[in-house]
């Protein structure tokens, strides 16, 4: 299940299952939005992003959700497996792509369990 | 995904010294790069832009003059840690953008003993 507490929130979930990490990001006037995974001691790396104009977009056993109207941003995982365990970050901006700063969201620790 | 690299990946130094890092953009050049900061089991937090050719742009509360940046091309950017204190001990991450999306580099773990 997921817990918040004074550390990271985290998600566990067993080895074949799917996975959903939500975020609810801060600004209505955001344009783009990425999802990135930071492994321990590594920077963090792209998995998917999404445009406003679009409010569901697949990759490779992923898939993000944006829900405008509340301003939530979803990651699925299909096939969890233990390789998916890190920090899930969303992120958000408002200068349509790559060109502005990002705002992170307080990141989601997913554990999967064999 | 495009490549964006840091050096050192770890760093330790005493107090009082001066730390640089570099970040480049290794397959594709970048006229702003993003400095970040990030501690223990926190969210990354923007410090700073920096900008090829001219002044970085520094976020609120970031002293300019402890965190010097310089965009000395369009592949490299770097970030001076200048007389280093052990609160500034922390993972420092680059990003560069390219296309519609930023990659971030592996990080430097900055240690001041």
């Known amino acids: 299940g997921e817990s918040v507490g004074l550390h990271l929130p985290t998600l566990s979930v067993q080895e074949g299952d799917n996975s959903i990490i939500n975020c609810a990001y801060s600004n209505s006037a955001s344009d783009y939005f990425i999802w990135y995974k930071q492994e321990s001691g590594k920077g963090p790396q792209f998995i998917i992003d999404i445009r406003s104009n679009m409010d569901k977009r697949q990759g490779q056993r992923v898939t993000v959700l944006l829900n405008k109207t509340v301003k939530h941003l979803s990651l699925q995982i299909a096939a969890t497996q233990p390789g998916d365990s890190a920090v899930y970050f969303c992120a958000e901006t408002n200068y349509g792509g790559s060109q502005g700063n990002l705002i992170f969201g307080k990141g989601t620790k997913l554990s999967v369990k064999p | 995904g495009a490549v964006v690299s840091q050096h050192p990946s770890r760093v330790i130094c005493k107090s009082g010294t001066s730390v640089k890092i570099e970040c480049r953009s290794l397959?594709?050049?970048?006229?702003?790069m993003f400095w970040y900061r990030q501690f223990p089991k926190k969210s990354l937090m923007l410090m700073a832009t920096s900008n090829e050719g001219s002044k970085a742009t520094y976020e609120q509360g970031v002293e300019k003059d402890k965190f010097l940046i310089n965009h000395a091309s369009l592949t490299l950017s770097t970030l001076t840690v200048t007389s280093a204190h052990p609160e500034d001990s922390s993972f420092y991450i680059c990003?560069?953008?390219?296309?519609?999306?930023?990659?971030f580099g592996p990080g430097t773990r900055l240690l001041v003993l």
């Open positions: 990003s560069a953008p390219t296309g519609e999306t930023q990659y």
């Open positions: 397959d594709f050049q970048a006229t702003t």
